[in-house]
């Protein structure tokens, strides 16, 4: 992997263990007899239970308690190094990035900050798409709910909700968000007034077409390899995490719409850039 060190010795730390794509890793991983450990703030997390999992660690949840979350990190490589550590959502990736000086580079799975916090800001990563020339929906970022009329004239109905970033902040705690879809003036007030107390909201049409993804691996904005995924299923029906997949061939201008990001963005490491392709 690009962001491992040149020093391989220790076993892979997979953070995120409850998440079904951690299980994917430390499975693919496994394969490959890479030693593996998972850990999670859960006491049973879903990667736990695979064969290839040769250790389960638990530590503080990193949305109620993050600095007691990174303060776990350090000291469990402190004692038990890693030739590398992958954090597989944004719950760990935020707190790592923020705190990534306490940590050696080389062996965590991410990439340069300056880039994350365009990716992980989803109103700056619809402007690079537009400087870039890459077609986004039609958007529009409300600050209150005062401005739902006007974005709503310009973009009309069925509404897409979208939080600014996928893990926000209220006077108490880091919160995990997720896109909403309004159908009527009274899902919209209700979605927005939500996500409102916790950070910035984009508002964009709804776009029909399937939901393909794009998987990378770039080397500083350059990408060496690329694989392409079409939704076939998705929960719920009118958009959301996919429950089956197929792989096919890449189309070429969602590849070089996906180039051209992660040059913009010096882009090092893993990705996938989400689109709604209609081929028409």
């Not at 690009?2 to 953070?15: C, E």
């Not at 401005?147 to 109905?157: E, Q």
Request: aromatic share 4%.
């Amino acid at each position: 992997m690009i962001a491992a060190a040149p020093d391989q010795s220790g076993p892979v730390l997979v953070l995120d263990a409850d998440q079904a794509s951690a299980l994917a890793i430390v499975r693919s991983l496994g394969r490959q007899g890479v030693a593996v450990q998972v850990a999670s703030s859960q006491a049973a997390p879903l990667a736990g239970y695979s064969r290839h999992a040769r250790r389960r660690l638990r530590y503080p949840d990193p949305l109620l308690a993050e600095h007691a979350f990174v303060d776990w990190l350090a000291q469990h490589l402190a004692q038990s190094p890693a030739a590398l550590v992958i954090p597989v959502t944004e719950r760990t990736l935020g707190p790592l990035m923020r705190q990534r000086h306490r940590f050696d580079d080389r062996r965590i799975a991410m990439a340069p900050s300056d880039a994350l916090e365009q990716v992980l800001d989803k109103e700056r990563t619809v402007q690079l798409a537009r400087q870039l020339g890459v077609p986004v929906p039609r958007s529009v970022t409300v600050e209150s709910l005062d401005d739902l009329d006007a974005a709503v004239s310009a973009i009309g109905y069925p509404v897409v909700v979208k939080p600014s970033r996928s893990v926000g902040q209220d006077a108490h705690q880091r919160v995990q968000l997720s896109v909403g879809y309004a159908q009527d003036a009274a899902q919209l007030r209700a979605l927005v007034q939500h996500a409102l107390r916790h950070g910035g909201v984009i508002l964009q049409e709804y776009f029909r077409g399937d939901g393909v993804g794009v998987e990378l691996i770039a080397d500083h904005g350059e990408v060496r390899h690329a694989f392409q995924h079409r939704r076939l299923h998705e929960v719920p029906l009118t958009g959301g995490g996919s429950s089956l997949r197929v792989s096919e061939t890449v189309v070429p201008a969602l590849r070089a719409a996906s180039e051209q990001l992660m040059r913009a963005l010096g882009w090092h490491g893993v990705a996938m850039v989400e689109f709604k392709y209609a081929a028409a």
